[in-house]
């Protein structure tokens, strides 16, 4: 597939070429800071296929953690472009608001349901996991 985004002031965009590796629901505590509550929804794409073509993102690890998520995000607006995960290293991890069309978006699993809370929605069927998906 061929997609742009960007954030909510415009400072930042972006365009990807090429599919989908995945497409996940998160609702892990972390995610809960960073989407206002709900779980975050998101698409992973091969690193080579996503770049800027406006703006450079700020970033943001916790210091705190020995391999911690890597967020970019506008530092004008603040939007959540998305993530660098050491558990996918060559993945970028795109949050769906940012799209400039999200009708591609259908999430194929929920994660980090541990830390799912009551008002949260996961979709009759939609396959959850405790933490991330194990791969057999
Ligand atoms: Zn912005
Ligand atoms: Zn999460």
Redesign the pocket.
Known sequence: MKATGG??????RYSIDGAAEAMLQCHCRECQYITGGNPNVAAVFALEDFRYISGEPSTFARSDLDTPVVRHF?S??G?GIGSRSPSRPNSMIVKIGTFDDQSFFKPQVAIFTCDKQPYHHIAEGLPAFDKRVVKS
Do not use: D, M, Q, R
């Open positions: 954030c909510y002031c415009g400072a930042l506008c004008n607006c939007t």
